[in-house]
């Protein structure tokens, strides 16, 4: 079983910052990219931000220059920063990890459940 944990997520106003963490335990191991992808009501999940083993990152261009994606290898841990945020960036956002499972070691994506982030104007 491969767990993502959450936390971060809640009512923040225009301009101000939140911090999203997430967690990966259980059977996974070698993990390569981990990333945040959101979801705003009525809309696609899009790509947020990602972010390789070795550390280089993608961002969507509408969040850059404003979010940093950084992870914590020994913990099995993605954040991400948002700062300066806008009511547009309103969405419910989701944890993405890619790594291995069982004795094949087979290469599968894992979602987290979402944190639901709400920007007020």
């Known amino acids: 079983q491969v767990q993502l944990v959450e936390s971060g997520g809640g009512l923040v106003q225009a301009g101000g910052s939140l911090r999203l963490s997430c967690a990966a335990s259980g059977s996974i191991f070698s993990i390569s990219s981990m990333g945040w992808y959101r979801q705003p009501s009525g809309k696609q999940r899009e790509l947020v931000a990602a972010?390789?083993?070795?550390?280089?990152?993608n961002y969507a261009d509408s969040v850059k220059g404003r979010f940093t994606i950084s992870r914590d290898n020994a913990k099995n841990t993605v954040y991400l920063q948002m700062n300066s945020l806008k009511p547009e960036d309103t969405a419910v956002y989701y944890c993405?990890?890619?790594?291995?499972?069982?004795?094949?070691?087979?290469?599968?994506?894992?979602w987290g459940k979402g944190s639901l982030v709400t920007v007020s104007s």
């Open positions: 993405n990890v890619r790594g291995a499972v069982g004795v094949t070691a087979t290469r599968q994506y894992f």
């Open positions: 972010i390789t083993s070795g550390g280089s990152t």
